[in-house]
């Protein structure tokens, strides 16, 4: 069983109300939710995604145990490392968690058992990706930052063949966390502001951790938001802004001087 989360920030001007709701039609058609839980973290979304998130629930319980689904409501932005964190709380012994950005649509039935099944047979995968098309991470490429290596994952007779390519950091759009991995490391961390590279930073607590990160190969993925807007102008800006505190808590967490495991309900 795993905990997938999902976070919402959607506003009439950035109009991702229906990314959202494409996202939310994927996970429908793709994931058993009889075995799977779902949290949605709506950082004060406009009136558009409250109705849908309403009609969802409805339609949601139709299908599925309505246990199965938790919204969890802010009045304001929270970000999405903090958003994505608060439904971690509600993790069980064991239970593996997935952050999956709402602006991806994805087509393979049962992604999240063979994420889990790859786990299950590579337990020092920390964490486990889908790969978006875009991204130029490969066995090919000749750049040592962006050079991948596929691996066959143990196989017995009868069983499903699974392969996975192990890199350096695994672009954050739909993520699994080994439960043993988030045992050592706790939740998401924010560095400031609503963007705070928590994927990229997670990637290295997970490496200092003892464990691997990879993409789940052969489940390709379509990234619903093409860019080019000033939603997307206002995110490239802020990571611009910074990646010089980004920079300094890799080099805290490599040295010693940040704990790798962090809580933001343990310091409050």
Not at 32 to 57: A, Q
Not at 152 to 158: A, K, N, R, S, V
Request: charged content about 25%; glycine content about 6%; hydrophobic content about 30%.
């Amino acid at each position: 069983m795993a905990l997938l989360s999902m976070c919402c920030y959607d506003t009439i001007e950035n109009n991702r109300s229906r990314y959202t709701a494409e996202t939310i039609d994927s996970l429908l058609e793709t994931v058993n939710f009889n075995k799977h839980r779902l949290f949605i973290i709506d950082n004060g979304s406009c009136s558009d995604t409250k109705e849908l998130l309403n009609y969802f629930e409805k339609k949601f319980e139709k299908i599925f145990p309505s246990e199965n689904l938790t919204i969890i409501e802010s009045e304001v932005n929270q970000g999405t490392a903090n958003g994505i964190s608060m439904a971690w709380q509600y993790r069980k012994e064991g239970e593996n968690c997935i952050k999956i950005d709402n602006d991806v649509t994805i087509r393979h039935e049962g992604w999240v058992d063979d994420m889990e099944e790859c786990i299950s047979r590579m337990p020092k995968i920390g964490i486990i990706c889908l790969k978006r098309k875009e991204l130029t991470q490969s066995t090919f490429n000749p750049n040592p930052i962006y050079k991948t290596e596929l691996i066959e994952l143990p196989h017995e007779i009868g069983q499903k063949w699974l392969f996975i390519e192990k890199v350096r950091s695994c672009f954050g759009t739909v993520q699994m966390y080994n439960s043993k991995l988030l045992d050592k490391i706790g939740y998401l961390y924010q560095m400031g502001g609503i963007y705070g590279f928590d994927d990229s930073l997670s990637d290295v607590r997970s490496e200092l951790a003892g464990f691997i990160n990879c993409f789940l190969i052969g489940y390709e993925i379509t990234h619903l938001d093409e860019g080019g807007d000033e939603y997307t102008k206002e995110k490239s800006d802020y990571a611009a802004k910074m990646m010089p505190f980004f920079q300094d808590t890799v080099n805290g967490y490599r040295n010693g001087t940040i704990p790798i495991y962090y809580s933001p309900f343990e310091q409050k």
